[in-house]
Structure formats: structure tokens, C-alpha cells
């Protein structure tokens, strides 16, 4: 990985001008081809969407951006919440597809003659391996051809791959189409974060992040639900019928409704429709590729890896919601053994179970967007009105308390064997705290970072992959330690990891980011108009700041 390559810090080079290399804009050579002179030449006789005037005049083509009705921030309201809607059903369903066949896991032995137990695992858990490794992927496409259609065209096949989980001749196949649905449905997991940000300025996106960030967890909660029911009453082959159903509305009503966000591609749009030779006079933020559509790829592919690796921010915030992520993936594939053999819950009241954590996350949803928001306005007016990502952490860290609260309350309710209504009570509690300290994580990342869905993208790998590995030794860790010890275990961690950083971060956090080439140029953002750019900005200039100046 070029590490050192300037082009993958550049905020707008790659992923904003990328779309070009399918369009009929082709980049200038020595030798330009007779198609692309005709081409330019055709478009050239069109008049420009923006007076000539205000093109040579314009200094900075932010000015007009920022006004502009194609921006999605200057959407209607009724637009706006129709788009997060539209993201917030797709992200939905994959999280449900992760689940749902959960409890149908005998079924499955059954059907296809399976005898090894890490077989019939393998079966579930396969679906969160590749739900980590897709992101990486479509976060940078999403930034390089723009949002929705990356988003319709992996939920279509996401429907397919589940129809295809439903008539799988062999054990083999269905391995094969749950790894594959596993990967088309993280396309909403990594870039719905970013279509959040398109659509609202750093002060107002706290309810809608909370919206998008309840699919993925709440969809692991309906999904074992739903799924005891259909799989004792009508067989485990209707639960991927459901799930295909349940894909299938959500492109009924997403693409007819649901339009581009992503800025870049947008502006690009736009300038290319009125004139493609003056797109680097009006906006010399949006430049032609350099070198090969291949290398842009590269460039674009990698970001996620850079974010995560190169910035501590973003490798901390990223492990303590993985690490929340694995037990809560871990409490999910306990819960059926658990309240089977403890109390006798049949496998559809079994399912129910699962309220307790759906509780949880509702009330943090309704209570948590409404704290967070409360909190960073009143931090942003005490600040002359200036927001700042370190604003997010207060939130966070009222809801890292909950966390060993419930793991606690949970693991030595379990032990003690007492009313099955107190586990269900200690789950919820680490539920409430879990999208509690999510959302502001996301609006940290969001705030922070040029290329949000690549942050919430590198994100998304770790929590997958914990996700994924956390319920393996699960079973191993409360034999040994008890439901009491091991969830004290867990506790303990939670406390090291989600108490000391974000109070370290909200005191030396500008100055992290200050000094990160990946981060610097949130800073500046965050600063009022009339305050001059410190030392560690102007030595460290991004090619939006270069543009501006």
C-alpha cells in the first residue's frame, strides 16, 4: 500500500472526479481521439447553467455550492427525511439477513445431513465475515460514482442471493449464497453514514444518524423474532423467502424515490451538463483523473485501510464499538441455548428474548439523538456558535457507563438462575448504552473525516469482524468463567476501552486531528470565519484549503 502517496490523502481528487472516466468527458492527452473532439464539440454548442459572468468571476465555487438547490442540504425537509427513510429501510434488511436464520439452525442439520456443530455455525456466522470485508469496498465506490445506485443495485442482489439461500440444493451452496448476501448487504452498513452527512450540516444530523444507526441493530433483534415463528410454523426455507420479500419492498419504494447525495457527483453532474471544458475553471476542487481508472480504484479502495490504521482516532472509536459489537453478537447466538435450557422458552418464545435488547434500543434512539443533539448545540453556542467533533464525546461517554452496568447486571442475573425477566432487563440496560455511545462514535467519525463513508467503512470492519469471531469462544469463556465471571470479563474491558480515551479525546482532540494530514482539514472547518489558521493547518494544507486560498 503506498502509504506515502500524496493522492490518497487528497480530500477531492479521486473519489470526486472519478465518475468521469465512464462519461463521454475523457481526459485531455497529447493525442486526442476524433470521438471525444465531437463529443466535447456537441456539448460545447449547449449554453451554460451559470452565466458566463459568474463563472470568470466566481473566486471560490463553494460560495455558490453552499446555495445551490442540486446541493442535498438545501433539500425540503420532506426530501430529506424521505432519503434517510429510504436508507434506513435498506439498512435494515441486511442486519436481518444476518439473523434471521437463527433460529432455524436445527432445521438446517436436519435438511442438509449436517453433523458437525462448526459446520452449522459456519452457516450464520459466514454472512458477518464478508459483511466486514464489503464495506472496503462499496464506501469508496460510493464515493467515486455517488450513493444511490450503489445502494439499489446491492440490495437487488441481496434479494437474489437470499432467494438463492432458500432452494439450495447442498450445504455447500448455501454457504456459498449467505457468503455472498453477506457482502452485497453491507453495501448499506458502510455508505448510509455517508448519505446522512450529504443531507445535514453537522448540527442537525444527530436524529438521522440515529434513524440509519438503528437498522443494524435493531434488524439482529426482529430478525430472531420473526424467524423462530416462520421456521417452527412453516420452515426455515421462508425465512430467506421473507427476507427476499422484505428486500424486494425496499426497492419498490427506494428507487423510484430515493436520488444522488454525494456533493461531488452532483457538482460534477451539473458543470458537465453545461459545459465540460470550464469544469476545472469553475471548480478546480473537481480536477480530471490522473493516471489510469485502475490507480483511481486503488486510490479509492485503500482509504478505508489508511483511516483506520493511520489515524488513533479512528482505530479507538473503531474497537470500542467492535468490541461492543462482538457481545452483543455474542449475547445474540447464547440467548436461544440459554433461555431454552434455564427456563424451557420453546424457540419461537424464545425468540422473544430479543425484546429486551430491542427495548434498549428504541428508548436510546428516542432519548439518545435528542441528548446528543441538546449537548453539542449547547457546547456549540458557549463556542460562538462554532461546532466541533470533540462536542460528540460528552454523549459518549454517558453512554459508556451503561455498558458494565448492564454486562454486570445481566451475566450474575443469568448465574443466579433468578426471574428470566432480570437477564432480559440487564441485556436491554447494555442495549440502552450500546446506541447510545454508537451514534455519537458516528457523528464523530462523520464530523471528523472528508470521506465519511470510508471512516464509518473502516468502522464497519472491525465491529463485522468481532462480530463474527466473538461467538466462537463464547461458549468456551462462560464454561470456564460462569455467566457471572465471563460477563465481568467483559465489564472490565468495556471499562478500559470506552472510559479513559473519549475523556482523553475530548480535551487533546483538536489538537490530534490538528496535527493528522487525514483529519486536519475538520480543524479548519470547525473554526469561526475571521480566526487565522494555525501553524500545523498552513504547514499541512489539504487540495480543498490549496483551492480556497
Known amino acids: 500500500m503506498p502509504q506515502n502517496d500524496p493522492a ?50 466566481t473566486a471560490d465555487p463553494e460560495d455558490d455550492w453552499e446555495v445551490d438547490p442540486a446541493n442535498a442540504r438545501n433539500w425540503s425537509i420532506g426530501r430529506k427525511w424521505t432519503a434517510v427513510g429510504i436508507v434506513s429501510l435498506y439498512t435494515f434488511c441486511s442486519p436481518l439477513a444476518s439473523s434471521m436464520m437463527a433460529p432455524g439452525l436445527p432445521e438446517v442439520a436436519v435438511k442438509y445431513n449436517i453433523t458437525n456443530p462448526t459446520v452449522i455455525a459456519l452457516t450464520l456466522s459466514i454472512f458477518l465475515f464478508t459483511f466486514a470485508i464489503g464495506p472496503l469496498i462499496f464506501a469508496p ?20 442471493f437470499s432467494l438463492g439461500c ?46 440509519f444507526s438503528l437498522g443494524p441493530l435493531i434488524g439482529p433483534v426482529v430478525g430472531p423474532i420473526a424467524g423462530g415463528f416462520i421456521a417452527q410454523e412453516i420452515g426455515v426455507k421462508w425465512v430467506f423467502i421473507v427476507i427476499a420479500c422484505v428486500c424486494g419492498f425496499a426497492s419498490v419504494v427506494g428507487i423510484p424515490l430515493l436520488r444522488e447525495t454525494y456533493a461531488p457527483v452532483l457538482r460534477r453532474r451539473k458543470l458537465l451538463s453545461a459545459d465540460p471544458e470550464k469544469v476545472s475553471k469553475v471548480d478546480p476542487s473537481l480536477p480530471q483523473p490522473e493516471g489510469s481508472l485502475l490507480y483511481v480504484l486503488w486510490i479509492n479502495l485503500e482509504r478505508p485501510f489508511i483511516l483506520l490504521f493511520r489515524s488513533l482516532v479512528c482505530f479507538m472509536l473503531s474497537l470500542y464499538m467492535a468490541f461492543q459489537y462482538g457481545i452483543f453478537y455474542l449475547m445474540f447466538s447464547t440467548f436461544a441455548e440459554f433461555f431454552s435450557a434455564t427456563y424451557g422458552f420453546s424457540p419461537g418464545i424464545g425468540g422473544l428474548a430479543y425484546l429486551g435488547l430491542g427495548v434498549g434500543f428504541f428508548a436510546a434512539t428516542i432519548f439518545g439523538a435528542k441528548f446528543a443533539d441538546q449537548i453539542y448545540h449547547n457546547l456549540a453556542a458557549k463556542n460562538n456558535g462554532v461546532g466541533k467533533p470533540e462536542m460528540r464525546i460528552p454523549a459518549l461517554s454517558f453512554g459508556s457507563f451503561f455498558i458494565p452496568v448492564g454486562l454486570f447486571w445481566y451475566g450474575w442475573s443469568a448465574q443466579a438462575k433468578i ?5 432480559i432487563i440487564g441485556s436491554g440496560i447494555f442495549a440502552f448504552g450500546m446506541m447510545t455511545t454508537f451514534l ?27 462480530g463474527f469471531a466473538f461467538p466462537l469462544f463464547g461458549q468456551q469463556m462462560y464454561a470456564a468463567l460462569g455467566e457471572g465471571g465471563g460477563n465481568s470479563l467483559l465489564a472490565g474491558l468495556a471499562i478500559v476501552l470506552g472510559i ?3 475523556v482523553w479525546l475530548y480535551y487533546r482532540g483538536e489538537d490530534i486531528r490538528a496535527r493528522n494530514p487525514l483529519t486536519s482539514a475538520s480543524v479548519k472547518k470547525g473554526r469561526p470565519v475571521s480566526a487565522a489558521p494555525s501553524a500545523v493547518e498552513t504547514s499541512k494544507v489539504s487540495h480543498e484549503d490549496k483551492v480556497s486560498a
Open 8 to 57: 490518497a490523502l487528497r480530500p477531492n481528487t479521486a473519489a470526486s472526479t472519478s465518475a468521469s472516466s465512464d462519461t463521454h468527458v475523457h481526459r485531455i492527452e497529447n493525442n486526442i481521439t476524433r470521438e471525444s473532439e465531437q463529443i466535447r464539440s456537441t456539448v460545447g454548442q449547449n449554453e451554460s447553467t451559470l452565466p458566463e459572468g459568474k463563472i470568470l468571476a
Open 141 to 160: 465506490l460510493s464515493e467515486m460514482y455517488g450513493r444511490t445506485w450503489v445502494l439499489h443495485i446491492a440490495n437487488i442482489f441481496t434479494l437474489a
Open 166 to 211: 432458500a432452494f439450495s440444493p447442498t450445504t455447500g451452496a448455501l454457504v456459498a449464497f449467505r457468503f455472498l448476501s453477506g457482502f452485497s448487504g453491507s453495501a448499506p452498513i458502510a455508505i448510509g453514514g455517508g448519505s446522512v452527512s450529504d443531507l445535514f450540516a453537522e448540527r442537525d444530523r444527530a436524529s438521522a444518524m440515529a434513524l
Open 419 to 423: 426471574h428470566w425477566i432480570m437477564p
Open 440 to 466: 455519537p462514535i458516528q457523528l464523530y467519525l462523520v464530523d471528523t473525516f472528508t470521506y465519511a463513508a470510508s471512516a464509518l467503512a473502516a468502522a464497519s470492519l472491525f465491529r463485522s469482524l468481532l
Open 500 to 502: 479513559p480515551f473519549p
